[in-house]
């Protein structure tokens, strides 16, 4: 991939069991505390329910269990990061989220393993220092991982 596609950002790094993940931080609403979910029948594998942030009702999503297949461990550091996909505010569920960084161009690489399969969801992974920040788009982790349709429309229904 053309290292020259990437433009400087700014990204929301979260982790998830022992990986960090960055987003990029104008998909960010706000990162809430963990609060009630109230789960409802027939939903997509991965999403836990709905939660009520600042009046309005929002489908929380299960980051661990999209990424990884592995069921959620609740924690004090576990954080539900208000996301805005498709004009709607979506919750990700993740073990923390850590810190705001600068991600260069320069330190984005996409491995050749990648390009074999089909993660349409990883924009690349950024080398800082001693860490490894794979960089995601929400909103194709949310369209390969669940049905979007549906979360897109849960606002709607309540």
Sequence with gaps: ?????FQEFKALIFKVGNEEYGVHIKQ??????????????????????VTTVRDVVTPVVDVRTALTGES???????????????EKEIGLVVDAATDVLDIAPDTIQYPNLLEV??????????????RL???LDIEKLLEDTTNLDELKEIKDEF
């Design 72 to 86: 959620l461990k609740p924690t004090d550091d576990m954080r539900i990061i208000i996301v805005q996909v498709y």
């Design 133 to 135: 920040i794979i960089l």
């Design 1 to 5: 991939m053309d290292q020259n596609k």
């Design 28 to 49: 960010v609403v706000s990162i809430e505390r963990m609060q009630a979910i109230t789960p409802y029948p027939n939903r997509p594998p991965h999403v836990l329910g």
């Design 117 to 130: 399969k089909d993660v349409s969801y990883l924009k690349g992974i950024s080398k800082l220092d001693q």
